[in-house]
């Protein structure tokens, strides 16, 4: 019962990501051809919001959901793992038409086919942690 509250923020957030047309293969392929604007704003947006809130959690010391200082990790910069890692993501988002976020949405939308990509995603994810170690971080 204490996990209600994430579950209407998860509900709230398909509806925006439906409403926005995010979901929708059609806006996801005017964006990999340079047809339209609409999910670079999204992106874009996405980005600014982000830099935004973790501006604010390192200022304000924000805690998490059990009282615990939030903390912010930096990385060195790693060109090759982001290019790979960024390739990677790019080529499974073409393939199939969806980004990791809205997967579970589509699959309500009856797209019913996108149960496989949330099983790639699943492999892909397991498969990262059985080579993790061998990986460039």
């Given at each position: 019962m204490k996990?209600?509250?994430?579950?209407?923020?998860?509900?709230?957030?398909?509806?925006?990501?439906?409403?926005?047309?995010?979901?929708?293969?059609?806006?996801?392929?005017?964006?990999?051809?340079?047809?339209?604007?609409?999910?670079?704003?999204?992106?874009?947006?996405?980005?600014?919001?982000?830099?935004?809130?973790?501006?604010?959690?390192?200022r304000t010391g924000l805690k998490d959901y059990h009282g615990n200082p939030i903390s912010?990790?930096?990385?060195?910069?790693?060109?090759?793992?982001?290019?790979?890692?960024?390739?990677?993501?790019?080529?499974g988002w073409a393939i199939t038409g969806a980004c990791p976020g809205p997967l579970f949405i589509l699959v309500g939308h009856q797209g019913w086919v996108f149960i496989l990509a949330i099983l790639g995603a699943v492999a892909g994810t397991f498969t990262y942690g059985l080579l993790q170690r061998y990986l460039m971080h």
């Open positions: 996990y209600v509250r994430f579950l209407i923020m998860g509900v709230l957030f398909g509806i925006v990501l439906s409403k926005g047309e995010i979901i929708s293969w059609y806006r996801i392929q005017e964006m990999f051809r340079f047809q339209s604007f609409h999910m670079y704003g999204v992106i874009g947006s996405a980005v600014v919001f982000g830099i935004l809130t973790i501006q604010f959690i390192k912010v990790a930096t990385q060195e910069p790693g060109y090759a793992r982001n290019l790979i890692g960024g390739t990677i993501f790019g080529l």
